[in-house]
C-alpha cells in the first residue's frame, strides 16, 4: 500500500470513529432509563389477605389493577389497552375492563370478550414472599392468551 | 455624515443601490441578496399567475415564518414540565396580554401550513410539474410535508390538556404494530412505556429546535433547487411554449405579488385568529381516557383505517405503500406531455373527475359494508385476524384498483399519464373521505353517527 492511500485510509477510519462515538454519545444521551420507585420499578402492595378472592384493585401510580381470581390465585394487569394505549377502567357492574376509546372488552384476567384489542391485557411480573405481595413493573409479560401460566396463588398456610 | 451612512449602506447591499431602476441592476440586487438569492432573477411572466401557482408554496414560507415568530414568543412563557404546563396554558389565554391571540395565531398556522403543504403538492401533481428535472425537489417537498406533520404532531402534546394527552397515546401506540422495532421507536420517541414527563421535554426539544431546524434546512434547498429546476410555464390543451415567451424581472414583478399575497394572508390569518379560539380541554389524566379517543385530525383518515383493517395493515403497510407510490410519483416517465397543463388533457379532466367519484363513492360503500354487513374475521373464525382483516381485504382492494386500472386503459383508451392520475385522484379522494368520516361521522365508542 502506498504511503497515500494509507494516510487515506486512516483518517477516513478516524472519521468513520468520530461519527460512531458521536452517534452512540448522543444515542445515550437521549435514551429513556427508569429510577427505582417510580413507574418501571418495584411495587410493594400489600398483604395476601388484604384481597378478598374475585376483587380487582387499582393501583394509580403503579398503572396496574391487582386482580384475586375466584380461586384466590394472583395476577398484576397492566391498565393500558392492547390496542392503542389508552387506560382502561374496570366496570364493576359488567364485572370486565372496558375500553373506552375502542370499545374493547377484556375478562377479569384481561382475556379478550371484545375486539378491536388484538391480544389479553398484558401482566406485570407479581411475586409472594411471606405472604406479602410484590409487584415488578418492569417487567411487562405479553400474551397471546390469557391461561393460568402466570397466576401466582399464594403459599400454602400451615 | 450623510456620506458616511451611505457608506454603510453600500457595504451592507454589496455596493448595489437600494432601489435599482433598471433592468439589469435589479437582477443583480436579486443575485446579491442572501434571501432573494433564493429566487430567479428573471421569471417567465406566465409561471407567476396567481391561477397557476395560487401562491401555495409562497404561503406554506409565509406560514413557517408567522410559526417561528409566535412559536418563539410562547416560548417565553411556558416550561414543559408536566406540573406546569397546563397551567402555563391557562396563564396565556387569561392572565398574559394577547397570550391567546398569539397562541391562537400558533395554532391555526400550523394546521393551515398541514393544509397548505398538501395542496402545494397536489398543484404541482395536477399541473405535471413534477417529473424531470424536478423529481428530487418533488422529494424535498415530500419530507417538507412529513416534517410539517411531524412539527404538528409534537406540538400537539404540549398543551398538556386530555386531547394532546390521549392523541399522542394513540398516534405512538400505532408504532407498536411495526414488526420487530416499532415498539423500541416507541418506547424511544415516548422516553418510556408511557405518555409522561420524558415524552414532554422531547416533544418540546424536537418541536423547537430539531424539526424546524430540518424544515428551515431543507426549505432552503428547496426554493434554491426552484430556481435551478425552472419554474414551469402553464400553456393551454394542445399547445407549445413559445420561444418568445414573455420574461421579467423578479425585482418588481415577483417580489410585489408576494409582499401583497402575504399581506392579504396575514390579515385573513388574523381575523381568524382573532375570532377563533384554540381548544384546550381539562388538564391530562392519564388514569381516564376520553370517550371517544380520537387522534389529531390529519391522523383521522389511518385511524378510520384502524377500525376496517388489522392494525399491522392500517397503520403500516397501507401508509407505506402510499408514501412509496408518492416517491416513485416523480420518476414514471410520463406518456403525455403535459407539463404546464392542469390536468394533462381533455380526457385526463373526465378520467380524474371519475377517479374523485369513484373514491368517494366506493369509500362509503365499503365502509358502511363493513360495519353493518361483512364482519371477515367472524366469517373466517379459523384464520387468525391478520389474513381475515388483514392481507385477504387488501388483496381484494388492490384486485379492484387492477380492476380499475384496466378499465382505464382498455375502456376508456386512456394513457398510462392519464390512468396514473386517475388511479392518484381515486386514492387521494378515498383518504379524504376517510379523513372526513374520521372527523365527523364516528362517536362514542367509534360508532357511526351523524354529525348534526
Redesign the interface.
Known amino acids: 500500500m502506498k504511503r497515500r492511500n494509507f494516510l487515506k485510509a486512516s483518517w477516513l477510519g478516524l472519521l468513520a470513529l468520530a461519527g460512531g462515538e458521536s452517534a452512540f454519545i448522543g444515542l445515550k444521551f437521549?435514551?429513556?432509563h427508569?429510577d427505582a420507585g417510580e413507574?418501571?420499578g418495584l411495587f410493594d402492595v400489600g398483604a395476601v389477605d388484604d384481597f378478598p378472592s374475585g376483587s380487582v384493585t387499582p393501583f394509580?401510580n403503579g398503572?396496574f389493577y391487582l386482580v384475586r381470581l375466584n380461586d384466590g390465585g394472583f395476577l398484576a394487569v397492566y391498565?393500558?389497552c392492547t390496542?392503542?394505549?389508552?387506560?382502561?377502567?374496570w366496570n364493576a357492574e359488567q364485572q370486565q375492563f372496558v375500553?373506552?376509546?375502542?370499545?374493547s372488552a377484556f375478562e377479569r384476567d384481561g382475556e379478550v370478550l371484545n375486539?378491536?384489542a388484538?391480544r389479553p391485557l398484558d401482566l406485570f411480573a407479581l411475586t409472594i414472599k411471606d405472604g406479602q405481595i410484590r409487584v415488578d413493573t418492569g417487567k411487562?409479560i405479553e400474551r397471546d392468551h390469557a391461561d393460568d401460566r402466570y397466576v401466582v396463588y399464594p403459599e400454602a398456610t400451615a | 455624515m450623510s456620506d458616511f451612512v451611505q457608506r454603510v449602506v453600500e457595504s451592507i447591499s454589496r455596493g448595489e443601490p437600494l432601489t435599482p431602476t433598471d433592468d439589469r441592476s435589479r437582477m443583480r440586487a436579486v443575485m446579491n441578496n442572501l434571501v432573494l438569492h433564493l429566487h430567479p432573477s428573471k421569471v417567465a411572466a406566465p409561471s407567476i399567475k396567481l391561477t397557476y401557482t395560487w401562491g401555495l408554496g409562497g404561503l406554506a414560507v409565509l406560514l413557517s415564518a408567522v410559526l417561528v415568530v409566535t412559536g418563539v414568543m410562547l416560548m417565553f412563557v411556558y416550561t414543559p414540565s408536566p406540573d406546569t404546563a397546563y397551567q402555563n396554558m391557562q396563564n396565556l389565554q387569561t392572565d398574559i396580554r394577547f397570550g391567546q391571540l398569539i397562541r391562537n395565531l400558533h395554532h391555526w398556522s400550523g394546521n393551515a401550513m398541514i393544509v397548505v403543504v398538501v395542496l402545494h403538492m397536489l398543484r404541482v401533481l395536477f399541473t405535471n410539474a413534477l417529473h424531470r428535472p424536478r423529481e428530487f425537489n418533488w422529494l424535498l417537498g415530500l419530507s417538507l410535508l412529513l416534517l410539517t406533520g411531524a412539527a404538528n404532531f409534537t406540538g400537539y402534546l404540549l398543551p398538556w390538556d386530555q386531547r394532546a394527552y390521549?392523541a399522542i397515546?394513540?398516534g405512538?401506540?400505532?408504532l407498536?404494530y411495526v414488526p420487530v422495532v416499532g415498539e423500541g421507536i416507541g418506547?424511544?420517541i415516548?422516553?418510556?412505556?408511557?405518555v409522561?414527563a420524558?415524552t414532554l421535554t422531547?416533544f418540546y426539544g424536537l418541536h423547537v429546535a430539531v424539526i424546524p431546524l430540518m424544515l428551515f434546512g431543507i426549505m432552503s434547498f428547496h426554493l434554491w433547487r426552484t430556481r435551478k429546476d425552472g419554474f414551469s410555464i402553464p400553456r393551454r390543451i394542445g399547445t407549445v411554449i413559445s420561444e418568445k415567451v414573455e420574461r421579467v424581472t423578479t425585482i418588481p414583478h415577483l417580489i410585489s405579488r408576494e409582499a401583497v399575497f402575504a399581506l392579504v394572508m396575514i390579515a385573513i390569518l388574523l381575523t381568524w385568529a382573532a375570532l377563533v379560539d384554540a381548544p384546550l380541554e381539562e388538564a391530562a389524566d392519564?388514569?381516564?381516557?376520553?370517550?371517544?379517543?380520537k387522534a389529531a385530525w390529519y391522523f383521522m383518515g389511518i385511524q378510520e383505517l384502524?377500525?376496517h383493517f388489522?392494525?399491522f395493515f392500517a397503520a403500516i403497510v397501507i401508509p407505506v405503500l402510499g408514501l412509496v407510490g408518492l416517491v416513485v410519483l416523480p420518476y414514471l416517465e410520463p406518456d403525455v406531455d403535459g407539463e404546464g397543463i392542469w390536468f394533462l388533457s381533455v380526457k385526463g379532466r373526465w378520467l380524474a373527475l371519475l377517479g374523485t367519484v369513484m373514491g368517494v363513492a366506493g369509500t362509503v360503500l365499503l365502509v358502511l359494508v363493513d360495519e353493518y354487513v361483512l364482519n371477515l374475521?367472524e366469517l373466517l373464525p379459523s384464520l387468525p385476524?391478520i389474513l381475515s382483516n388483514g392481507w385477504i381485504p387488501l388483496a381484494w382492494l388492490l384486485g379492484l384498483l387492477w380492476l380499475y386500472w384496466e378499465l382505464l386503459r382498455g375502456l376508456f383508451r386512456a394513457y398510462r399519464s392519464e390512468a396514473r392520475l386517475s388511479l392518484f385522484c381515486l386514492l387521494l379522494a378515498s383518504f379524504i373521505t376517510l379523513t372526513v368520516i374520521g372527523i365527523a361521522f364516528r362517536g362514542e365508542?367509534?360508532a357511526l353517527v351523524s354529525p348534526l
Not at chain 1, 99 to 103: D, E, L, R
Request: proline share 20%; with cysteine; hydrophobic share 30%.
Open positions: 437521549v435514551s429513556p427508569v413507574f418501571g394509580v398503572r391498565r393500558q390496542h392503542l394505549g389508552c387506560s382502561v377502567p375500553c373506552p376509546c375502542h370499545g375486539p378491536p388484538p411487562r | 390521549w397515546t394513540v405512538v401506540s400505532l407498536q418506547r424511544f415516548l422516553g418510556g412505556p408511557e409522561d420524558t422531547n392519564p388514569a381516564h381516557s376520553p370517550n371517544p379517543a384502524l377500525l388489522h392494525p374475521p385476524t365508542g367509534m
